[in-house]
Structures are given as structure tokens and as C-alpha cells.
């Protein structure tokens, strides 16, 4: 598949412009590694990056065992 340039640039407006909670998780990880602004405010944070600070930025409360996955 080739490399699109514009393919990240437009995957990050169309999630950043979102008015409703949009978040990238990774499943391997356990955790999200992108949420937009709206997932942030309406979580509670001042921004991103203090949810990304937060040890517990999965949203799973315990966390899925494997086998749950």
C-alpha cells in the first residue's frame, strides 16, 4: 500500500474537529494513545496530555484480562 502524506494530516482534523468523544486506543498497550478535545473536556481533564499523564487513562476499571480481549 503506498504512503499517503495527507492521510495522517486528515485523520487528525477529522478526529480533532469531532464534537463528540473520539479516542485511538491501542489494544496490545491497554490504553488510549490519542483522545481528541471533546474526550478530554468531557472526561474531566485540562488537557491531553494530563489524561495521558493519568495512570489510569484505559477508561477500564479493573483492566480486561486476556481473556476478556
Known sequence: MP??????????????????????????LGWFTQVNPAGVRLLGYPSEEAFMADPDHSLRSPPWTPEQW
Request: hydrophobic share 50%.
Open 3 to 28: 504512503f499517503d502524506p495527507f492521510a495522517r494530516a486528515l485523520t487528525d482534523i477529522l478526529i480533532n474537529q469531532a464534537p463528540e468523544f473520539v479516542g485511538v486506543f491501542d489494544g496490545t
